[in-house]
Each structure stands twice: as C-alpha cells, then as structure tokens.
C-alpha cells in the first residue's frame, strides 16, 4: 500500500518559515514528478510547487514569488517544501502528490497518489 505523509505543518506568525516534508512508504517515487497543493477554506485546490524526478527542474505558483524552495531527497524517499516569509493568505491546508509521469503537472488529476495534508496556520 502506497503512503505519502506530510509534516511539519503549524502555527507560525506573519514573516515566519516552516519547511514542510513529504515522505513516500510502499513504493519508491524516484521516478515520478512530485509537487505540493493547498487548499484554504471555501477555496479551491491551487499548485504551489512541482518539481521533476531528479530533483533538476521546479515550478511554483505565481502567488509563491521567490517565497517557497521545492526539493527531493530520493534516497531519504523524501519531498521538502521551505516555505519563508508566510503570510496570513497562505493559511491552508498543504499537501504532496506523486504525479502520473516523471514531472510535475499544476493539474491536480494528473496526480496519482495524495498525502492527508497537514495544516499551515499563518497568524497576523
């Protein structure tokens, strides 16, 4: 059975950091594209950031400006999302995704395997 779980999620005021991990159990993702989505409420999913197999090539969403760093660890089976200078608009729930194929994608149904999501709470 294929497992993602996030953590590293939590309270943090405005002008803070957290860096969210994504680790991968029952199957390597060495191979896949991984990328990372939020979901506040009352809004829809949105890409924050993807990034290929190897770890060489990243994406970010255009509200991430420089903000957020996606990384991998293949050995560790392992995704990284450092996310600094959080604002309160950031306060979501943030969750990794194994992709169908070895890049990210910013669709969400071109991901085959989600993690529970762990809550980001950015306070004023």
């Known amino acids: 059975q294929v497992h993602l779980v996030e953590s590293g999620g939590g309270l943090v005021q405005a002008g803070g950091s957290l860096r969210l991990s994504c680790a991968a159990s029952g199957r390597t993702f060495s191979n896949n594209g991984m990328g990372w989505f939020r979901q506040a409420p009352g809004k829809e999913r949105e890409f924050v950031a993807g990034?290929?197999?190897?770890?060489?090539?990243?994406s970010y969403g255009d509200f991430v400006k420089g903000r957020f760093t996606i990384s991998r660890d293949n050995a560790k089976n392992t995704v990284y999302l450092q996310m600094n200078n959080l604002k309160p608009e950031d306060t979501a729930v943030y969750s990794c995704a194994a992709s169908k194929g070895s890049r990210w994608y910013t669709l969400s149904k071109l991901y085959d395997y989600w993690g529970q999501g762990t809550q980001v709470t950015v306070s004023s």
């Open positions: 990034i290929n197999w190897s770890g060489g090539l990243t």
